[in-house]
């Protein structure tokens, strides 16, 4: 049923790492955008970051208030794609979604609509 799955979320405390897998039996991801979403209790949905489908030229982008310190990578042998976070923040705490749209010539955008999304992985920084 599901379109995508996440996994490698937890609990870490503050400064730890996570990596983040989203796999996707049903698409061929290098034929899509697929961008990193999280949601937190009491916060808007945000944009973690994004890649481009080989069509656009596999662009990346990030938050801000990820930069630096987080990683996207496709791996098109594995047909996955995730999402390395270091130097974790209590901040950081929500649920993470991978979700993907059509692929085109344009870069990734957080503001575009993305019809397939995963369950989420729960990330929690926390000492």
């Known amino acids: 049923q599901l379109q995508l799955v996440e996994s490698g979320g937890g609990l870490v405390q503050p400064g730890g790492s996570l990596r983040l897998s989203c796999a996707a039996p049903?698409?061929?991801?290098?034929?899509?955008?697929i961008v990193w979403f999280r949601q937190a209790p009491g916060k808007d949905r945000e944009g973690v970051s994004c890649?481009?489908?080989?069509?656009?030229?596999?662009?990346?982008n990030y938050a801000d208030s990820v930069k630096g310190r987080t990683t996207i990578s496709r791996d098109n042998a594995k047909n996955t794609v995730y999402l390395q976070m270091n130097s974790l923040k209590p901040e950081d705490t929500a649920v993470y979604y991978c979700a993907i749209r059509t692929g085109s010539f344009r870069a990734c955008d957080f503001h575009d609509s993305y019809p397939y999304w995963g369950q989420g992985t729960q990330v929690t920084v926390s000492s």
């Open positions: 890649i481009s489908s080989s069509r656009g030229r596999g662009y990346i």
């Open positions: 049903r698409f061929t991801l290098d034929d899509y955008n």
